[in-house]
């Protein structure tokens, strides 16, 4: 219903106190060949707007504050940072959904190297679709866009791109700033990362082979070792590492620390589940639905940033 809420906004009075409200809806009525309705959508709004920095978000995204755009703006032109990406708040969250959404992120923020990314390092990059900002020469210089046309992953490998080029990027935390409600409850959480999964994995089994055997004895491993007689030093190593996660998770997900760590070997496996469910459900259906439109896979692979 996005459209509709915006169109009454576009038509309804102009603010009654701050700057005068400019509010212009684009609809979308045909989807050109060889792009994806979500990626042709941001590309068409970045081709309609003015300003020095452009922000993608989530329809279903709450900015807490009035003045919240307008503090963020001050900070990223203060450290003259590219791009910025914030992970939303997504509480509040049941037990089993704040594990697997802790197993997600602690994933993601492996994949898009966070250190390196702090110290301003070339390795790394990535996004989040619920508030990717980004600087409009820089997302002009990279080919916005029109780099990412068939992308499912579109939010994280706009930021890969922009990284690559050399972009001063930062992930930050939008506890009790930005709010999105991803999904409620554990396993639609799973479900709804079933058309993004295999897409992450660029739509290689390999990769998904291999993805998969990290994570078994990441999480076995050491258990293994200490049964067989190895020593405990690995398995003491692996849940004071589990603890320290859980207590960053813990401050975002509004959960027990303690309760995150001892959910963790469940959610990773939930979460590589996920994945196999996802890949086998593209490769049976030669493609992915989103909303009502069909991609078939030949035409995804194609369209992949590497």
Same mark, same amino acid.
């Given at each position: 219903?996005?459209?509709?809420?915006?169109?009454? +906004?576009?038509?309804?009075?102009?603010?009654?106190?701050?700057?005068?409200?400019?509010?212009?809806?684009?609809?979308?009525?045909?989807?050109?060949?060889?792009?994806? #309705? /979500?990626?042709?959508?941001?590309?068409?709004?970045?081709?309609?707007?003015?300003?020095?920095?452009?922000?993608?978000?989530?329809?279903?995204?709450?900015?807490?504050?009035?003045?919240?755009?307008?503090?963020?703006?001050?900070?990223?032109?203060? @450290? /003259?940072?590219?791009?910025?990406?914030?992970?939303?708040?997504?509480?509040?969250? !049941?037990?089993?959904?704040?594990? =697997?959404?802790?197993?997600?992120?602690?994933? @993601?923020?492996? *994949?898009?190297? #966070?250190?390196?990314?702090?110290?301003?390092? $070339?390795?790394? !990059?990535?996004?989040?679709? *619920?508030?990717?900002?980004?600087?409009?020469?820089?997302?002009?210089?990279? !080919?916005?866009?029109?780099?990412?046309?068939?992308?499912?992953?579109?939010?994280? /490998?706009?930021?890969?791109?922009?990284?690559?080029?050399?972009?001063?990027?930062?992930?930050?935390?939008?506890?009790?700033?930005?709010?999105?409600?991803?999904?409620?409850?554990?396993?639609?959480?799973?479900?709804?990362?079933? /058309?993004?999964?295999?897409?992450?994995?660029?739509? $290689?089994?390999?990769?998904?082979?291999?993805?998969?055997?990290?994570?078994?004895?990441?999480?076995?491993?050491?258990?293994?070792?200490?049964?067989?007689?190895?020593?405990?030093?690995?398995?003491? =190593?692996?849940?004071?590492?589990?603890?320290?996660? %859980?207590? $960053?998770?813990?401050?975002?997900? !509004?959960?027990?620390? &303690?309760?995150? %760590?001892?959910?963790?070997?469940? %959610?990773?496996?939930? @979460?590589?589940?996920? +994945? &196999?469910? $996802?890949?086998?459900?593209?490769? %049976?259906?030669?493609?992915?639905?989103?909303?009502?439109?069909?991609?078939?896979?030949?035409?995804?692979?194609?369209?992949?940033?590497?």
């Amino acid at each position: 219903g996005t459209g509709a809420i915006l169109d009454r +906004f576009a038509a309804g009075p102009p603010a009654t106190s701050g700057p005068p409200e400019r509010l212009t809806v684009v609809h979308v009525r045909t989807l050109p060949p060889g792009w994806l #309705g /979500k990626c042709h959508a941001a590309h068409v709004g970045a081709q309609q707007a003015r300003g020095a920095f452009l922000l993608f978000m989530d329809g279903d995204v709450d900015l807490a504050a009035p003045d919240l755009l307008e503090r963020i703006l001050t900070v990223v032109r203060d @450290m /003259k940072l590219d791009h910025l990406a914030i992970f939303p708040d997504l509480r509040p969250v !049941g037990a089993l959904q704040a594990g =697997v959404v802790h197993a997600f992120e602690q994933g @993601m923020l492996l *994949a898009i190297r #966070g250190w390196e990314m702090e110290a301003d390092r $070339s390795a790394g !990059g990535g996004g989040i679709g *619920a508030f990717n900002l980004v600087r409009r020469a820089t997302y002009d210089a990279v !080919g916005g866009y029109d780099r990412l046309r068939m992308e499912i992953a579109d939010d994280f /490998k706009l930021g890969l791109l922009l990284r690559r080029a050399g972009a001063r990027q930062r992930i930050w935390s939008g506890l009790d700033l930005v709010r999105c409600p991803w999904h409620r409850g554990a396993f639609a959480v799973l479900r709804g990362l079933e /058309k993004n999964l295999f897409a992450g994995a660029e739509y $290689s089994l390999a990769r998904l082979v291999l993805y998969t055997v990290v994570v078994l004895a990441m999480e076995c491993g050491p258990l293994a070792v200490a049964l067989a007689g190895g020593g405990f030093v690995p398995l003491a =190593v692996q849940v004071a590492s589990i603890l320290a996660a %859980a207590t $960053s998770g813990a401050w975002r997900l !509004g959960r027990s620390p &303690w309760l995150l %760590a001892a959910l963790q070997p469940i %959610a990773t496996l939930l @979460m590589t589940g996920a +994945f &196999w469910n $996802s890949a086998i459900r593209t490769l %049976a259906q030669g493609g992915v639905r989103w909303r009502d439109t069909f991609y078939p896979l030949a035409e995804l692979k194609r369209g992949i940033v590497r």
